[in-house]
């Protein structure tokens, strides 16, 4: 039950490559399917933690190589959280930039294809904002977090009496 099979410090080497090539994975494919997890996509990370178990653990089962796994994952991840606070760079790299998919009234259709978002998506994003057409949105943008927050239009009569724009947000 606490014999390890492999050194500690490989475990501690596998997890840091796995946890780093899935960051990457994960990165790449966008921010949409971190924003909100389709059932074909909960069914893809479930596999993908499946597949990558014995690259981590390298057919170790013991409990202390599951808790030194697990500790480097936790420990991984508080430190990317905190370097990615700390510098800017790092958080664009790690987490991308905000996009505007919207600017009054008018859809950006290269950002939507750049971030992989249907015209159907958005438009039930709009419609979970709150928004019944893009003409009624003065902008729209994909947040890092994979949400699309919503700034609507006013009309040019209530900006002159000195109106205030809402913010609505809604996940793709």
């Known amino acids: 039950m606490w014999d390890l099979s492999v050194p500690w410090w490989e475990l501690v080497l596998r997890a840091t490559a796995v946890f780093a090539f899935l960051i990457l994975l994960l990165r790449v494919t966008g921010k949409r399917q971190i924003g909100q997890l389709s059932p074909m996509d909960l069914v893809l990370l479930l596999v993908l933690s499946n597949a990558v178990q014995n690259a981590m653990n390298a057919g170790d089962n013991s409990l202390t190589g599951g808790l030194i796994s697990a500790?480097?994952?936790v420990t991984l991840n508080w430190l990317l959280n905190f370097v990615t606070f700390r510098s800017k760079k790092l958080a664009d790299l790690v987490e991308g930039r905000a996009q505007l998919l919207i600017h009054n009234g008018v859809v950006y259709e290269d950002v939507l294809v750049a971030a992989k978002i249907t015209r159907h998506e958005?438009?039930?994003a709009l419609r979970g904002g709150g928004y019944l057409s893009v003409e009624d949105v003065h902008t729209a943008v994909l947040e890092t977090n994979g949400s699309i927050s919503f700034t609507p239009r006013i009309a040019k009569k209530q900006e002159?009496?000195?109106g205030t724009s809402a913010s609505t947000s809604s996940p793709v």
């Open 71 to 73: 500790t480097v994952l």
């Open 122 to 124: 958005l438009n039930a």
């Open 160 to 162: 002159a009496e000195g």
